[in-house]
């Protein structure tokens, strides 16, 4: 029997499963119950996000008759009466043209016939205007649902002809909480702070946070931890990124290029290198300026504690500061013949940070009393 991946396996099935889409799930709902469905509606937002599966369960909600078999032929894109497309691969006018003629053929066992073209942008112009007109004037049976990921390049035209839902990026703590459900439901155990940066990597995407996960319950370990993560994506060890950061506080640039090498020893490139570093620094400049309790850095345990402590020796216009001179640099090594050259000399930089704002603090000081004297 061949495996089904988690993202296929735990996709949402109605309405009540949605996760981190609930106002457009209610307010498609709510157009059901109260008999004013739109012939035509385009759900558009980031990849992974829930669009084709909202497109499904409401199709679903639509067509289906309480039989397992046509909700499941539904839910697997296999119904006759719901008809999904790829945008993609079926984007000339002929295909355009096909679509339209068979959309007067009334469906075979639902009240429906119902159309979800997936990456509708992918059309051709020409295949837009030819679906213009049945968008327009559709027949009574007939109901649209246009899925993508890029709105903007979708024609005026069409959108204006369908009633429009934004689906959101996912935030990071919703997808954790499913992550660890379906850990649960798998019986697979995981450090909280694996938990926590799978689901920061999917990076708004719910799929793309189960794909990873997928990955990693793949190398069949028993626990999965923040160094397996490591491994497979090669991060920066989390261990060696916070003994760098601790080297700034020191503000000698010695041992702080020692903790670089240390990085670079490991093989961590230097954009994976600097990213990390960017990313560290962003937490630690929200715990500085918002507190220790902010919702807004989503590390757990023995993590956030340490990140927590690590904050006390930094204040947030600092950090600020040294998030811009990695971010430069980080533009300016990926056309750099010596990108290394830049990061070191980046950390000699980020370890003389403190002393350098002194100095300039005692400048403007003796600046400020200059002119009042004169």
């Not at 089904?4 to 396996?9: D, K």
């Not at 739109?38 to 669009?51: D, I, M």
């Not at 190398?219 to 003994?243: C, Q, Y």
């Not at 003389?352 to 003796?366: F, P, R, S, Y």
Request: negative net charge; proline residues 4%.
């Amino acid at each position: 029997m061949s495996y089904t991946a988690l993202a296929r396996r735990y996709r949402s099935q109605d309405f009540d499963e949605v996760v981190g889409q609930e106002p457009v799930a209610r307010t498609l709902r709510a157009a059901i119950d109260a008999d004013r469905v739109a012939h035509a509606y385009l759900f558009t937002g980031t990849r992974g996000v829930g669009k084709t599966t909202m497109a499904r369960i409401f199709a679903k909600a639509l067509n289906g008759n309480d039989t397992e078999e046509v909700d499941t032929a539904i839910m697997t894109g296999q119904d006759t009466d719901v008809v999904e497309i790829d945008g993609a691969s079926n984007n000339s006018v002929e295909q355009a043209r096909e679509l339209i003629a068979n959309s007067v053929y009334r469906p075979m066992r639902g009240p429906y016939k119902i159309y979800i073209i997936d990456e509708v942008h992918m059309l051709s112009t020409a295949a837009f205007n030819a679906l213009l007109k049945t968008m327009e004037e559709p027949p009574e049976h007939v109901k649209f649902i246009l899925c993508t990921t890029e709105a903007h390049k979708v024609p005026p035209t069409i959108q204006s002809r369908c009633q429009r839902f934004d689906f959101r990026a996912i935030p990071g703590t919703i997808i954790g909480d499913r992550l660890s459900e379906v850990l649960k439901h798998e019986k697979v155990k995981a450090d909280p702070e694996l938990i926590a940066m799978v689901a920061r990597l999917g990076n708004g995407s719910m799929r793309d946070a189960l794909s990873l996960l997928d990955r990693l319950m793949a190398s069949g370990e028993k626990k999965l931890t923040v160094e397996l993560l490591e491994d497979l994506l090669g991060l920066a060890p989390r261990e060696l990124v916070g003994r760098l950061i601790d080297s700034f506080v020191q503000g000698e640039p010695g041992p702080a290029l020692d903790a670089a090498g240390e990085l670079v020893a490991s093989g961590t490139g230097v954009d994976q290198t600097l990213e990390a570093l960017i990313e560290r620094l962003r937490d630690l400049m929200i715990l500085a300026a918002c507190g220790p309790e902010t919702s807004l850095v989503e590390l757990s345990g023995d993590a956030r504690a340490e990140e927590v402590e690590r904050a006390t020796h930094f204040d947030p216009a600092g950090l600020v500061h040294m998030i811009a001179l990695c971010e430069g640099v980080q533009r300016a090594a990926k056309s750099s013949p010596n990108p290394r050259a830049l990061m070191d000399a980046l950390v000699v930089r980020l370890s003389m940070t403190e002393k350098l704002a002194d100095v300039t603090g005692i400048l403007n000081q003796l600046q400020g009393a200059g002119s009042g004297k004169g």
